[in-house]
């Protein structure tokens, strides 16, 4: 089992920057994804973000060039630093890891951190 907290959320005008942090409770494999997720008022949780342990990342086309997402595999941590944000970044954010042992995935998320950027 593993237990996810988040951290770093808050309010920042458009154009600022935040950044997100999120630690992993619990054993975290070599093989499992870190990932953040972001749900808008009124809208569907989206996959923002991605890191494997080795590094690769991916990122959503809208953040691509604006957030980096970074991975301490000692730490067992996640954090996602957010810059230039937009109004349409406003969402909660959660931190997500992947598990696939066998072919069978497992899914664990944080609690959730509110980010508002107001225009």
């Known amino acids: 089992q593993v237990q996810l907290v988040e951290s770093g959320g808050g309010l920042v005008q458009t154009g600022g920057s935040l950044r997100l942090s999120c630690a992993a409770s619990?054993?975290?494999?070599?093989?499992?994804?870190m990932a953040w997720y972001r749900q808008p008022p009124g809208k569907q949780r989206e996959l923002v973000t991605s890191?494997?342990?080795?590094?690769?990342?991916w990122y959503e086309s809208d953040v691509n060039g604006r957030f980096t997402i970074s991975r301490d595999n000692a730490k067992s941590t996640v954090s996602l630093q957010m810059n230039n944000l937009k109004p349409e970044d406003t969402a909660v954010y959660y931190c997500?890891?992947?598990?696939?042992?066998?072919?069978?995935?497992?899914?664990?998320w944080g609690q959730g951190t509110q980010v508002t950027v107001s225009s």
């Open positions: 997500n890891l992947l598990r696939e042992p066998s072919g069978v995935s497992f899914n664990f």
């Open positions: 619990g054993r975290v494999f070599s093989t499992d994804i």
């Open positions: 890191i494997t342990a080795g590094g690769k990342t």
